[in-house]
């Protein structure tokens, strides 16, 4: 171990905190980071807790599910991969391979595993858990801008006088953006904050305005705000008719949204909404910020569009402190979006239904024309039910836990459980997941090894690993390079370093819209820290500077013209009725970290969050005559959980809230997921996590309380989860 102190990135959230580690030992924000400036919350904070814990140290393999895991080599796990890749190619063809991966890799990880892919075995099935999480927001400002892209910077949190949250719970979600945006509105008392959010969020409590909407009615809000603005006359005239298409329609589409008909939709009080109007028309900047309460949804595409429609109408984009920025939420989200991570994309922001695109990608990979599909490949649904079907032969995962994170998980583990081999990449062992593997392959994690990641400001950190991988873990990369030589791909493959990866996906990028052909690692080891556009040749001086998007107003469709979304609102899917009458909506806790790989294992953050709950308005408590604390049965048509319940004003009556932390490793009986359903936005193919139809009862008392056990912490498991242990969790 080094004594040095470590530049790298913070691994979690997607705002993308700079951190320096000291001897390898403890860590710090990084004052130097331009995007963090030395701040950090309690999960940076805590980050190297986690890692010595119930790590997966050697591949293990089974033949089938109800076997017991045993230690192969790594030699004999990559033979058995590439026997599969053979046989698959062979009797299915190239469509019965799928990769799911993860916007916790970094891009060097993407990039050799899309070329191995999407190049070398022909099918585009290939998609993340980004298609969870951020596709709603790739295909909305395509739609809008010609081009996926956040266009703002977070100089901009500092120059804005109007900022309006919805849908993301930034304070607890993206603390340190939170904390930069609370500062600036603190010290200056005409900067107004709006809030909408079916909850009082921490977010939310120092909001200037809180539209607490029902789940699922952003769009008769946006809509709602566009009507009045039009009825002011307070538009951006010139701006619309120079630098836009689609007014006349959109027009057409809002005038139906008078106040009290968006008041009663929403819930709300129509005075509520003249305020946000009248403060969206009286700022010189606004910025808006949003994250899941849009994104997952089954408008999502929609519902982004319709919030970039409002900075349309009145010009807001292009300078300091407005515009409208996506907050992505995985550390290295966006870099899966440049290296083409979704099951539609290239690398370059590029397409795989575009024949010019593919050829600038098969030249750039040396491979035969042709050898890209034209054909987008399954998304994550998709592979769930291509595992259905028995289309999907071979399920490669890596970095995510989906038998946690997808929606309707009866369903997925009953698909995941049918795969006929299944390989998955952890740090971790056991996982949720892990119950449903044949092959599980250790890998390297953060600190561990070297690598870039972009954060929500497009800016593209180096991350400097400071320790050994533990026991025979790999980085993703180095797995994904080594099966494609032993499949004949030697010259595609010739990787020494994580440098030379990134060079050359550097390169792939020369005059697309996300150019970070001027960037390297020696460079940004220099110069730390830097945000694309940098093309290749710009000075150290251009490279450095804060960007913004589309500071011209020339946008980057093929009439340069940024397109008004035409979208009327639907709701959600599944509409409460008789039965289900309640809507839930999940989300996240400040502490924890998705499924909880890491921070379950934090002794902090266990003890800020230690247990799961569901959150009630207390006129529906009464109504079903559960207390405070009560054990609650929630159901809903694909399935049941118990929790406790906690009754709160702070969630809007009729909407329930229960976070997704707790998958059946932490909790028997608490996963978020085991109730929701995979309706999806029809542009985005996001689920619609946010929102499903629910009853509720009062549950029996649960036998005495057991004290919860941790995951096996076995540093060096010989065995995993057998079957049992895949149905009945470990507490
Ligand atoms: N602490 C912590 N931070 C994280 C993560 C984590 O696991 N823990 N994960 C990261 C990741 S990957 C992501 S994607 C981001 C997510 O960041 P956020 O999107 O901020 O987080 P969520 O809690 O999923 O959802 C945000 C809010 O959406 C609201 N909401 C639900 N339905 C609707 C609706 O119909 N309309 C509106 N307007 N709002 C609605 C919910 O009440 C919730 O408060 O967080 C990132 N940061
Ligand atoms: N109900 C509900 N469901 C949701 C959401 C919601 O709001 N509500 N949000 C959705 C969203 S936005 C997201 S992003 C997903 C997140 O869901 P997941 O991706 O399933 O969650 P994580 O727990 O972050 O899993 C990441 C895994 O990657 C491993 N890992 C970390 N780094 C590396 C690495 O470098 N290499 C490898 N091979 N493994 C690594 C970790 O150990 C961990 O097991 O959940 C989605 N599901
Ligand atoms: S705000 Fe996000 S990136 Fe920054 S320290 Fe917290 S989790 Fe890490
Ligand atoms: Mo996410």
Not at 157 to 182: K, S, Y
Request: proline share 8%; glycine share 8%.
């Amino acid at each position: 171990m080094s004594d040095a102190v470590t530049k790298t990135l913070c691994p979690y959230c997607g705002v993308g905190c700079g951190l320096e580690v000291v001897a390898g030992a403890k860590v710090r924000g990084d004052r130097a980071h331009p995007s963090s400036l030395g701040m950090v919350c309690v999960k940076g904070a805590t980050v190297l807790e986690a890692l010595d814990k119930d790590r997966l140290l050697y591949p293990l393999y089974r033949a089938s599910l109800d076997q017991p895991f045993a230690r192969i080599s790594w030699d004999a796990a990559l033979d058995l991969i590439v026997e599969r890749i053979r046989q698959v190619l062979h009797t299915t063809g190239p469509d019965g391979l799928c990769l799911y991966g993860s916007g916790q890799w970094q891009t060097e990880d993407y990039y050799v595993a899309q070329k191995l892919v999407k190049g070398c075995l022909g099918t585009n099935n290939f998609d993340t858990n980004s298609r969870l999480c951020m596709s709603s927001a790739v295909a909305a400002y395509t739609a809008s801008f010609g081009s996926d892209g956040p266009p703002c910077c977070y100089a901009d949190l500092e120059h804005t006088d109007c900022a309006f949250l919805i849908g993301t719970n930034t304070a607890e979600c993206h603390p340190i953006v939170f904390n930069r945006l609370r500062q600036h509105h603190k010290k200056h008392s005409h900067v107004k904050l709006v809030v909408v959010d079916p909850r009082r969020t921490a977010t939310a409590a120092v909001a200037d305005l809180h539209l607490a909407i029902r789940p699922g009615s952003d769009i008769y809000l946006l809509h709602g705000i566009a009507h009045l603005l039009i009825a002011w006359d307070v538009i951006d005239h010139r701006f619309i008719a120079q630098h836009t298409t689609g007014f006349a329609p959109y027009q057409q589409i809002v005038k139906k949204y008078h106040p009290q008909l968006v008041a009663d939709a929403c819930g709300i009080d129509p005075a509520a909404l003249v305020q946000a109007a009248q403060w969206w028309a009286e700022s010189q900047a606004v910025l808006s910020l949003w994250s899941m309460g849009i994104n997952q949804s089954r408008e999502g595409t929609a519902k982004a569009q319709s919030l970039i429609n409002l900075h349309l109408l009145t010009g807001q984009i292009g300078k300091p402190g407005a515009g409208p920025f996506s907050l992505t939420g995985q550390p290295n989200a966006m870099g899966g979006r440049e290296t083409g991570g979704l099951a539609h994309l290239l690398p370059g922001y590029r397409w795989v239904t575009n024949p010019d695109h593919r050829r600038e990608v098969e030249t750039h990979w040396q491979l035969p024309p042709g050898s890209i599909s034209p054909q987008p490949g399954r998304t994550a649904w998709q592979i769930i039910e291509g595992l259905e079907t028995g289309a999907v032969q071979m399920l490669w995962i890596a970095a995510t836990n989906p038998a946690v994170s997808l929606p309707h998980l009866e369903r997925v583990k009953a698909a995941l459980a049918r795969s006929p081999f299944t390989v998955y990449q952890d740090c971790y062992f056991p996982t949720e997941t892990s119950a449903y593997a044949h092959l599980l392959l250790p890998c390297a994690q953060w600190g561990e090894k070297t690598g870039t990641m972009t954060n929500s400001e497009r800016r593209v950190t180096l991350c400097q690993a400071f320790r050994a991988p533990p026991g025979e873990a790999k980085a993703d990369w180095e797995i994904f390079a080594e099966v494609g030589r032993r499949l004949g791909f030697a010259q595609q493959f010739a990787f020494h370093t994580s440098a030379e990866v990134f060079a050359e996906f550097a390169a792939l990028t020369q005059g697309r819209p996300c150019d970070l052909s001027g960037m390297s690692h020696e460079r940004l080891a220099r110069l730390g820290p830097l945000q694309w556009p940098c093309p290749a040749g710009c000075t150290d001086a251009a490279a450095r500077q804060d960007k913004r998007l589309y500071t011209d107003h020339r946008f980057l469709t093929p009439d340069g013209r940024a397109h008004f979304g035409l979208a009327d609102a639907l709701g959600v899917a599944e509409v409460p009725d008789d039965e289900y009458p309640l809507v839930l909506t999940t989300g996240r806790l400040y502490g924890h970290w998705h499924t909880q790989t890491r921070t379950g294992r934090i002794p902090k953050i266990q003890q800020m969050h230690p247990q799961p709950f569901v959150e009630i308005h207390p006129s529906d408590a009464e109504r079903w005559g559960i207390t405070d604390g009560a054990l609650i049965t929630v159901t809903s048509r694909r399935g049941t959980v118990q929790l406790p319940a906690k009754v709160t004003p702070d969630i809007a009556p009729g909407t329930l809230f229960t976070p997704m932390h707790w998958g059946a490793l932490w909790h028997p009986s608490a996963a978020a997921n085991a109730l929701t359903h995979p309706a999806a936005c029809p542009t985005s193919q996001q689920p619609e996590l946010k929102a499903c139809a629910v009853r509720i009862a009062a549950a029996t008392p649960p036998p005495a309380a057991k004290t919860p056990e941790r995951p096996p912490s076995d540093p060096a498991p010989a065995t995993g989860p057998t079957r049992e242990s895949r149905q009945e969790p470990p507490l």
